[in-house]
């Protein structure tokens, strides 16, 4: 296993080192996207947290009516959803049309932090594709120019000559290709987990809204109550 991982890194040591200057930028190109998946893998697993237990505690201090301990323990919280109920219930005494508004206000604001360095993480993987064809083309360009002296060498050096070229060529297109999968697969990764936390956040918004609504007449903090819409038969 030790032999294994060892001939491992000097093959990538030797591709790296015969691939000219274009492995450079490529080898940036790859910590940064490491750099930009370390970022969401972190942001991703603190914004971890499921809607249904949330709205459950705060069901419990609703159905009495106490919108004062809902808010209470929603500023203990943390988290995206803990935002949004601490804008909903700050309106819950309110009409139901502007505590609604203040929700979605809020869930607009959450929703954008989660698709952070989505267009960066797609940059990086066109550009790696982009600089592995630079790096091939201008590799074996060199190989064929008359400065280094492949017209005038033997048929033996010629061939050594451009056989060296195009393992450099071949060397920037592999990293180009590594380098732009592997950027594409953090996107992937980072999109689906951000659409998944957004499905929650609407969840929890959604289903905060009805209950607000459901309860809306036993709502009450400290002595005031709860502004209740006349019905309409029309």
């Given at each position: 296993?030790?032999?294994?991982?060892?001939?491992?890194?000097?093959?990538?040591?030797?591709?790296?080192?015969?691939?000219?200057?274009?492995?450079?930028?490529?080898?940036?190109?790859?910590?940064?996207?490491?750099?930009?998946?370390?970022?969401?893998?972190?942001?991703?697993?603190?914004?971890?947290?499921?809607?249904?237990?949330?709205?459950?505690?705060?069901?419990?201090?609703?159905?009495?009516?106490?919108?004062?301990?809902?808010?209470?323990?929603?500023?203990?919280?943390?988290?995206?959803?803990?935002?949004?109920?601490?804008?909903?219930?700050?309106?819950?005494?309110?009409?139901?049309?502007?505590?609604?508004?203040a929700a979605e206000a809020q869930l607009i604001?959450?929703?954008?932090?989660?698709?952070?360095?989505?267009?960066?993480?797609?940059?990086?993987?066109?550009?790696?594709?982009?600089?592995?064809?630079?790096?091939?083309?201008?590799?074996?360009?060199?190989?064929?120019?008359?400065?280094?002296?492949?017209?005038?060498?033997?048929?033996?050096?010629?061939?050594?000559?451009?056989?060296?070229?195009?393992?450099?060529?071949?060397?920037?297109?592999?990293?180009?290709?590594?380098?732009?999968?592997?950027?594409?697969?953090?996107?992937?990764?980072?999109?689906?987990?951000?659409?998944?936390?957004?499905?929650?956040?609407?969840?929890?918004?959604?289903?905060?809204?009805n209950m607000l609504i459901t309860y809306r007449?036993?709502?009450?903090?400290?002595?005031?109550?709860?502004?209740?819409?006349?019905?309409?038969?029309?």
């Amino acid at each position: 296993m030790g032999s294994a991982f060892r001939d491992i890194i000097a093959f990538l040591r030797s591709g790296y080192g015969e691939g000219g200057w274009i492995m450079q930028p490529l080898l940036v190109c790859f910590c940064f996207t490491l750099a930009l998946m370390a970022e969401r893998m972190r942001f991703f697993w603190r914004a971890r947290r499921k809607a249904q237990p949330l709205l459950d505690a705060l069901e419990l201090r609703l159905r009495e009516g106490d919108v004062a301990s809902a808010i209470a323990m929603s500023a203990r919280a943390e988290g995206a959803m803990a935002r949004i109920a601490l804008a909903t219930l700050g309106e819950s005494m309110r009409a139901s049309e502007r505590m609604c508004a203040a929700a979605e206000a809020q869930l607009i604001v959450e929703t954008p932090p989660l698709y952070r360095f989505g267009h960066l993480l797609a940059m990086l993987r066109q550009l790696g594709t982009l600089l592995g064809l630079l790096g091939t083309i201008t590799e074996l360009s060199s190989g064929y120019s008359s400065g280094h002296g492949v017209s005038s060498a033997d048929a033996t050096s010629r061939a050594v000559i451009l056989a060296l070229r195009l393992s450099e060529a071949l060397n920037c297109t592999a990293l180009g290709l590594f380098v732009s999968t592997f950027a594409m697969v953090v996107a992937w990764m980072t999109l689906s987990r951000a659409e998944s936390i957004e499905t929650e956040l609407r969840l929890f918004t959604v289903g905060l809204e009805n209950m607000l609504i459901t309860y809306r007449t036993r709502l009450r903090w400290n002595d005031a109550r709860c502004e209740v819409e006349p019905t309409s038969y029309r």
